[in-house]
């Protein structure tokens, strides 16, 4: 055998059996994938449901009333879907239209919490599901929704009580999953990608807004 063909067979060699350890090694890799992803989505297996606890909330000022399952998804969040933005919404309507609205299921929609005129809070989706609220799945996978009660062309609507309230609700929820207070991360409905809607509106104040979020960020930390 020549050197020059022991060469090439020695290079067959080795380039064979580094496809076959880059092949074990990428197996090994997938592998791994595959089992995390069996490990967050064990509970969608039929007969299996991840346990909950019935009316509990996720913030300590709201109370529990459940949405239509119809109208959000289960999931695992943030270990299915990272958590980085709250989206602010306008009910166009009261409070309790609101939360019949979201307690049938054909409207196809609800957001996690509602917070009223007075201040108070309703929870109605778990944090960790995924709420239909801002009309673009990505959107919705990635955020906590937030109704206010009111009309976007009524800034009278929008209270002092309601700003204090959202502020603490939204403080928390950035707290929790470590979102930057500001305004790529704290949006209205309007700015999510293919909506049609335009809530909150110009009289919301968002300079405002902001600043009593940071506020409460800071009286909690």
Known sequence: MGARQAS???????????LLVGGAVAAAGTAVLARDELGRLWWRAPGVVKPRKEGEVDYAGARWVAASDANWR???RPDDYGIDMVVVHV???????AVRAFQNPAHQAATHYIV????RVTQMI??????YHAGNRAYNE??????????VDRPEDFT??????????????CARYGIPVDREHIIGHVEVPGTDHTD??????????????????????
């Open 8 to 18: 090439r067979d020695g290079d067959r060699r080795i380039g064979r059996r580094a």
């Open 74 to 76: 289960r999931a695992d």
């Open 91 to 97: 009910t166009q309507g009261s409070f309790a239209g």
């Open 116 to 119: 009223g005129q007075d201040g």
């Open 126 to 131: 778990r944090e960790l599901d995924v709420a």
């Open 142 to 151: 990635r955020s906590i929704g937030i109704e206010h009660e009111g009309f």
């Open 160 to 173: 002092d009580a309601m700003y204090t309230a959202s502020a603490r609700l939204t403080a928390g929820i």
């Open 200 to 221: 909150p509106g110009p009289h919301w104040d968002w300079d405002r807004y902001l600043r009593l979020v940071r506020r409460a960020a800071t009286a909690h930390a």
